[in-house]
């Protein structure tokens, strides 16, 4: 027998532990850059790193080395916003602008921040642990290594294009002639060092902003230089310095004189664009006319130089100082206009038998799109599919939690759009640090809308991709902007709270949930179903209790301990936000004006209490409920009222809570009530709650002030309703819930068909809703009862639940009770 020899196994080293950051950066260009400067600015204490795939920061700038490499915009505007451009040059050469991107970074601390030749080949989300796994590919001296690093957030940086290889159409007979002896043929994306053209013909296949650099520059040293196009570009002169941003740093300085200079660029490019899209024949006429200036006496303009489609439909090329309009009329170049039949040893022929004779050829055919650099994006084990997703405010993706992207404009400059995203971005962090968020997840009210692409743009390299790339959808925040003072608003100005922006926390996981209604609306609500300990079997035989809110308020309008009070009675109760408010969702529809509320003139295009009734229904139909008793008060009090009579089958029982009938001469609003009601929608968190205070101590009551710890609950659960319900989003949805209310009209004798036992309550110091909106209630539905209670307004005041609760609780248990017995008879 063989003894086995034993084998000592060598020692092993312990695992090396995965690095976790805040944010993970993804590209050190422009993109990248930006996010760093305001992370590290703004959010000091954030650990995050910038991962670049390449060997050096700048991106693009660092990338592209073809002859003449310069800005298509002003730098003014180009260059960022906390580093004003001082160079005297506007329209910049490329060295320039990648001179002044590195010194963007180290001004900003970055350099440290950079970690060179790492390119992320994966991105991975955990819903678990509320973070994303970055695969990447870590390359050093012909070595390759893959790592990975955990984040809170990634902030992709990586522009639209692929930076390992341009677009080259397949164009016959190129190959013939890149194999003849002495000629070459190069993408402008991957110019070699040193290519001498002293004496060569070299023909430049496009007609882009690539195109139009390197003509130009070409010309300088080249034989001659044809730029062979398939169709027109637009192309203008523009001063290579800007003579009044100079005056004006010059008298103002440095950092004033900048910053005005930016924003008169900023409005001469808006304007410019907007004149365009309003007027494009006479904007059509105005660049012939500028062309035909540019070029010799009798040139043929319309063919060279009249695009098929309007200004802007296309970006409009910019020829600084008229250089390439200077090259043609030189003679060192040429424009020739025609579709390509075949490429042979000597140069090429087109369609219509011209002939071109070339020794090099440049192919400045444009770019290949490409997003977040290529990476696969998976969420909880899920692949990410780009064209399957809305864009989110143009930054992030439905359902993708914690990924942020920029992609600049394609109308004015991309860093404009650069500084807006990471301003918005900070802000979102700083919200999400104050209030214990730890993901941030983007999603549609009504996935369904309809769509167009992300970057409605007909550019060949955009339309090459469309399948590729995200959509946008039809309303905010939904849809990208093209216009930088929106996007302000929007991004600087506007909250980072949002309905359709679903902000959570591992540590209080969230308790709404969702449907999605066959008629349109996305309805939220909760239910003490879903609670921890709740046992499902106990759960279905409890009787269920829907509580409906009231005008402009969400589900937290109910109180805590009022919904713990009727489940400790054995009830299991549903609460759902009507839409237009809270995160149900927002209606398509302008909201009335105040003399059509006060007038009760609802617009053509109203929702009405009907419609309200059929989301609730919607919500029991998603819950398996067949029947429920159900509560609303004040609004919903109305819609409550509007299920029982249109739905028998579906009410158990009613309880109308500080209610009335829609009769204009019952249930009406006190005149201090109305007076209080003129108010524009509140715009900060600030305004609303002090408002929402103030009319709270109002409609309070007597017999139960809304002061000390009452108020102080009030305060909290207003602010909470603010974020919840999204900012200044929910302020235009009580006007609309105003209006349904007025498309319904007099219902006191539909109120006739309610046949649920019915319980009406109203505080008989009630200024919002008249008491006598209550008895009008109770007379018209036979067999109501009705109970006032002394001192009460319009408010469920924290002295009140306990008495509210045994109320409806007794109601729901003795209709319960006949209904048992009626159908054990």
Known sequence: MVTPETVTPPPTSPPRPVEHLDVVVIGAGVSGIGAGHYLATELPATTFAILEARGASGGTWDLFRYPGIRSDSDLSTFGYDFKPWTDEQSIADGPRILQYLREAASDSGLDEKIRYHHRVVELAWSSETARWTV?????????????????????????????????????????????????????????????????????????????????????????????????????????????????????????????LTRRKSVAMQRLVWQFSQRHPRTARAIYRRVVTRQLPAGYDVATHFDPPYDPWDQRVCASPDGDFFT????????????????????????????????????????????????????????????????????????????????????????????????????????????????????????????????????????LRALDEMPKQGSRPPWTTATDYRSDVALLRHGSVVDPELSLTSLRRPSQDRFVELPAGPRI?????????????????????????????????????????????RGLRVVRL????????????????????????????????????????VGVLDHLGIERAHVVGQSLGGMIAQVLAARRPDRVASLTSIYSTTGAAAVGGAARSTLWRLRHAPATTVEVAVERHLGMMRHLAGTGFPLDGDAAAAEEARARGAWERGGGPASRIGPARQIQAIAASGDRTAELAWV???????????????????????????????????????????????ERLVSLIADHVAAASSSRLEGAQQ
């Open 577 to 616: 936000d009507n839409r237009d408010i809270g995160r149900s969702s927002r209606i398509c529809a302008p909201a009335p004006g105040l003399l059509r509320q006060l007038f009760r003139r609802p617009r053509a295009d109203a929702y009405d209490l009907v419609d309200m009734a059929a989301d609730a």
């Open 755 to 801: 046949s649920a036992p019915t319980l009406v309550i109203h505080g008989d110091r009630d200024v919002m809703v008249d008491p006598s909106g209550g008895a009008a209630t109770a007379a018209a539905i036979s067999g109501a009862r009705h109970v006032v209670i002394p001192g009460v307004g319009h408010h469920l005041a924290p002295g009140l639940v």
């Open 524 to 568: 939220c609500f909760r239910d003490t179903a879903d609670s921890p300990g709740s046992v499902e079997d106990d759960d279905e035989r409890r009787e269920v209790v829907l509580l409906v809110a009231g005008l402009g308020q969400d589900l937290t309008a109910w109180p805590d301990a009022f919904v713990d009070g009727l489940v400790a």
């Open 327 to 462: 090259a043609i009329r030189s003679g060192a170049a040429s424009v020739v206009t025609g579709r390509i039949d075949t490429f042979d040893a000597t140069g090429v022929r087109l369609v219509g038998g011209e002939r071109v004779e070339a020794d090099v050829v440049v192919t400045a055919t444009g770019l290949s799109l490409q997003l977040f650099g290529g990476a696969r994006i998976t969420v909880d084990g899920e692949p990410v599919v780009l064209s399957e997703r809305l864009a989110y405010k143009g930054l992030m993706l439905a359902g993708v939690p914690n990924l942020v992207f920029s992609i600049g404009y394609t109308n004015a400059s991309w860093t404009l759009k650069v500084g807006l995203v990471g301003e918005h971005f900070v802000r979102l962090l700083r919200h999400m640090d104050a209030h214990g968020y730890d993901t941030a997840r983007p999603v549609p009210a009504d996935p369904h809308q309809p769509t167009r692409p992300y970057l409605d743009f007909s550019a060949g390299y955009v």
């Open 135 to 259: 695969t990447v590919e870590r390359t050093s001296q012909q070595t390759s290594q893959r790592i990975q690093l955990t984040a809170r957030w990634v902030f992709a940086g990586t522009g639209y294009y692929r930076y390992d290889a341009g677009y080259t159409p397949q164009l016959p007979g190129l190959d013939k002639f890149r194999a003849t002896a002495g000629n070459t043929v190069v993408h402008p994306q991957h110019w070699p060092e040193g290519l001498d053209l002293t004496g060569r013909r070299v023909v430049v296949v496009g007609s882009g902003a690539t195109a139009i650099t390197l003509v130009p520059a070409l010309a300088q040293t080249a034989a001659h230089v044809t730029m062979l196009q398939r169709t027109p570009t637009y192309v203008m002169p523009v001063p290579r310095s800007d003579a009044l941003g100079a005056r004006l740093r010059t008298v103002l300085g440095d950092e004033r004189g900048a910053a």
